[in-house]
């Protein structure tokens, strides 16, 4: 159980025997027949036995004649990670494509690191059908949007999925939408949550929010981290953080992680006590592993081995003293300079990078680590700040899409080879008290054979275009749905399009930024369609200057751009007629300035503002000061923010909250034309859509009072018609900007535009 921190498994009484399994040579093999190696339905393997390729599910052995088996003392040497299944896919359906491609889902089970032996591990492998044992895992990005992305180019065989649950401006993240979890767990995905604020927002109480949220849902496994941006020469941002362990550890889906810097070995004395003999022990048995990051450019060196290596000693340290597995929270690397500026990483030092992560896994497993994510998929998209001399672009996609080579070419080339081409994939069964690989149940070696034939037939690196898997429907889980049931017709009737192909992966940021908000990529993207074409030096129409709505400073386009540092193609002769000034800005149009105006540096006046860091809040996440909203990137982050604030994330009353207060009084039964069953969470989006534009709830409260169906004076019955007379909107007349939004929704998530896996 999740509960069972490093608790031990009930074994059947073999005690102390281990088998390795390698290869060996054939002398050695003829003496040894005291293993017998059983498939995964129990059924003894013959000597000339090989199995399938294509079998995802468990490690298997090549041959029996491989073994070799080797006495080791003591009761339970290892440790094991299993995780028991309650349901499975079924034979038919969804679930039927599924089973194809994913071990048994995880919905409803738990999964733990136990002390075991050999045959505890034969029984987990061999014997219980309901358990299975994990495997090295790998994952991609800063977002579930980019694990979905970075799937395409493994098979769909990552197993973890990784979200930064990231704050900003000293405020801690808002709470994900812990049903997300269900999907991939249908899916044997680990998701991996890593709470990040810089170190500024080391909230207890938000993290009791986020674990009671992963409880209520009933979703897990997951693992959820501390804060990530520890600093632990701080005394009082440690005792946030053990207070942080003490409400994950209430969680019962959850397995906590404990969070530090690599090598920060102060921050394991005072979170955990100094061992061997001044452990906590209250403290150490709330915790599942310890987790930790690196970026290659963060160090004044240049050797990818070495960077390795060094941590890969740091998580021995730790399973050796505190008998603790560890995770490896992101790993990459770019090209440009190391932190110091002394060296410089170049395409071929950073794709042998990552190909040495890859292939390292097998004696990363050994050493206690469980698995690792890439630090970002998308250049931009991870949120650790860079000094201005290191190399800063870690994806292995470019910010416009396109792909980075030979980068992506040697990770997907080794994670296709570890977890698709090969027999078996490395179980994680390691030694206790790192012993090296004591407790390997297989070596898996075929990254590394692949390497070589590479590197001896002189094809180390390839600049060729990566062929991504082709893309199955409903496979994916990168993306949050608005969702699970199809869109009502009622919502679609605006007959508006979706602009053209290129807009459904043009700016991957945009799908970054929705992930991070928890609302969907398609959709948001639809918003963008709706607001500005994809033109990020989009300019809104002029409004009158005595309006208070947008632009209360009367700036000029002139100033604006000259405010946002005079980006490239900024429209500083765009002008408006006599009387009337520009409102809104960039991808998303957002009515908010540069964020320089803000500051002191403001050459009209510095514009003061009612939030308390002096930068308006939804754009204090998205650059702050430093704020352009002609940057793609930072106008997508306002747009999403926004939107997720008027749909579930805002203070007060929200979309998702408004119909829920008054679904009595939208239900069908007290109302020709009102809500059916399934059709709750497309009107939150609908009606967040029209706040977005610019309505407000007392139009929502006046539609409830008013309907003539229960006893008022006016004229609609159905709350979307409402909604579409009393929002004004431009073209077409009669129908409502969500109703606009809605219809580009529905076009984008076409197989033949942008292939959402979402209901249509």
């Known amino acids: 159980m999740i509960g069972m921190r490093l608790a031990d498994y009930q074994g059947d009484g073999l005690m102390g025997r281990l088998c390795i399994f390698a290869l060996a040579s054939a002398a050695l093999l003829l003496a040894l027949s005291g293993c017998v190696l059983y498939d995964q339905n129990g059924a003894k393997m013959s000597a000339g036995e090989f199995v ?73 492998v061999h014997s219980d059908n309901s358990t299975q044992m994990r495997t090295f895992m790998l994952g991609a990005g800063q977002s579930f949007v980019s694990s979905g992305k970075a799937s395409l180019y493994c098979n769909y065989t990552l197993q973890l999925a990784t979200k930064w649950m ?35 927002a080391i909230d207890p109480a938000r993290t009791r929010d986020i674990a009671n949220a992963f409880e209520a849902a009933d979703a897990g496994p997951v693992f959820v981290t501390t804060e990530a941006g520890l600093n632990s020469s701080n005394d009082n941002d440690v005792a946030s953080v053990k207070q942080q362990v003490r409400e994950l550890a209430r969680c019962d889906k959850c397995l906590t992680v404990l969070a530090v810097k690599p090598n920060d070995y102060d921050a394991l004395y005072k979170v955990l006590g100094v061992p061997p003999d001044g452990i906590d022990q209250a403290m150490y048995g709330k915790i599942d592993a310890v987790g930790f990051g690196f970026r290659a450019n963060d160090y004044p060196y240049c050797n990818p081995d070495r960077i390795i290596d060094e941590n890969r000693n740091f998580s ?58 890439l630090y970002e998929f998308v250049d931009g998209s991870g949120p650790l700040p860079c000094n201005g001399v290191q190399g800063c672009t870690f994806g292995m996609l470019a910010a416009d899409g396109s792909q ?97 192909k290129d807009h459904c992966t043009l700016y991957p940021m945009v799908d970054e930024y929705a992930d991070d908000f928890d609302v969907s990529a398609t959709y948001f993207r639809a918003i963008i369609e709706q607001e500005s074409g994809f033109e990020p030096m989009a300019v809104s129409p002029c409004v009158n200057e005595s309006s208070n709505s947008c632009n209360k400073e009367n700036y000029t386009m002139a100033q604006i751009c000259e405010l946002a540092g005079n980006p490239a193609g900024c429209k500083a002769s765009f002008a408006c007629p006599t009387g009337e000034k520009p409102c809104a800005y960039g991808l998303a149009q957002c009515i908010e300035y540069p964020g320089k105006a803000y500051t002191d540096a403001n050459p009209y006046g510095k514009v003061v503002v009612q939030d308390p860091n002096g930068i308006p809040s939804a754009i204090a996440k998205c650059g702050g000061e430093k704020y352009n909203p002609f940057d793609p990137g930072q106008s997508a982050c306002c747009g999403a923010g926004k939107f997720a604030g008027f749909l579930r994330d805002g203070d007060g009353l929200t979309a998702e909250k408004w119909v829920n207060n008054n679904w009595a009084a939208l239900a069908p039964a007290n109302c020709q034309g009102g809500m059916a069953d399934g059709e709750q969470n497309w009107a939150a989006y609908y009606i967040a859509s029209n706040m977005y534009y610019g309505a407000r709830w007392n139009m929502l409260s006046q539609f409830v009072d008013q309907r003539p169906c229960t006893g008022g004076s006016g004229t609609y019955n159905h709350y979307i018609d409402y909604l579409r007379n009393a929002v004004a909107s431009p073209n077409p007349p009669g129908t409502s900007y969500g109703a606009q939004v809605m219809s580009r929704y529905k076009a984008a998530a076409r197989k033949d535009m942008c292939d959402s896996d979402c209901l249509k």
């Open 52 to 124: 399938s390729g294509q079998d995802l599910t468990v490690p298997k052995y090549l041959n029996e004649n491989e073994l070799i088996c080797r006495e080791l003392p003591g009761n339970k040497p290892c440790y094991c990670m299993a995780c028991s299944n309650k349901t499975s896919y079924g034979p038919l359906g969804l679930g039927h494509l599924l089973d194809s491609f994913y071990d048994n889902t995880l919905v409803g089970g738990n999964c733990s690191i136990s002390a075991c032996n050999e045959s505890d591990y034969q029984r987990i």
């Open 404 to 500: 980075k080579h030979p980068m992506l070419n040697s990770w997907a080339a080794a994670c296709q080879e570890v977890n698709v081409n090969s027999d078996y994939r490395t179980p994680l069964i390691f030694s206790r008290n790192s012993y090296g690989g004591a407790c390997e149940a297989q070596r898996n070696s075929q990254a590394s054979l692949h390497a070589g034939q590479q590197i001896n037939s002189n094809q180390a690196f390839s600049y060729d275009k990566v062929l991504a898997t082709a893309k199955k429907a409903n496979l994916g889980c990168g993306e949050v749905c608005p969702a699970n049931t199809p869109m009502p017709s009622v919502y679609d009737s605006a007959g508006t399009g979706f602009g053209n």
């Open 316 to 373: 021995l340290y730790i399973l050796r003293n505190y008998s603790l597995p560890t995770i490896w929270l992101y790993a990459g690397a770019s090209e440009g300079n190391s932190s110091a500026g002394g060296c410089n990483w170049t395409n071929e030092t950073v794709s042998g990078f990552y190909s040495d992560i890859v292939r390292s896994s097998d004696s990363l497993a050994s050493s206690g680590v469980l698995g690792v994510s």
């Open 166 to 200: 990231k704050g900003g401006d000293g405020a801690p993240p808002n709470v994900p939408l812990a049903g997300r979890a269900a999907c991939l767990l249908q899916r044997s995905m680990l998701p991996l949550y890593i709470y990040y604020t810089e170190g500024k």
